[in-house]
Nanobody, 124 residues
Framework: QVQLVESGGGLVQAGGSLRLSCAASGRTFSGRTMGWFRQAPGKEREFVEAISWRGENAYSADSVKGRFTISRDNAKNTVYLQMNSLKPEDTAVYYC?????????????????WGQGTQVTVSS
């Protein structure tokens, strides 16, 4: 079993920055690609970023490229999402998730463990 706990969300003005953290417990973090998704009110949950186990590969949604950066510290079982130049349209609940190992990393069906989410609100 894996437990994922996100933190670091909050209210920030447009142009500001936040860093989200996702702390993982349990055996499944080891060896897994990890991803971040977000869900705005009334919208589908969408892919944001993903990072491979050793960090050699990172994947980004077009909407956040150049502004968001995913990283991980495997010694701490933690994945991070650094968000810069935030826009009001980035407002959403952000979730981290553990990738099953098959399927596209940008599909939410490819992930089998999810955190409870952390709210990010960007004011204009």
């Amino acid at each position: 079993q894996v437990q994922l706990v996100e933190s670091g969300g909050g209210l920030v003005q447009a142009g500001g920055s936040l860093r989200l953290s996702c702390a993982a417990s349990g055996r499944t973090f080891s060896g897994r690609t990890m991803g971040w998704f977000r869900q705005a009110p009334g919208k589908e949950r969408e892919f944001v970023e993903a990072i491979s186990w050793r960090g050699e590969n990172a994947y980004s949604a077009d909407s956040v490229k150049g502004r968001f950066t995913i990283s991980r510290d495997n010694a701490k079982n933690t994945v991070y999402l650094q968000m810069n130049s935030l826009k009001p349209e980035d407002t959403a609940v952000y979730y981290c998730a553990a990738y099953r190992g098959y399927g596209s990393v940008s599909f939410k069906a490819s992930y089998d463990y999810w955190g409870q989410g952390t709210q990010v609100t960007v004011s204009s």
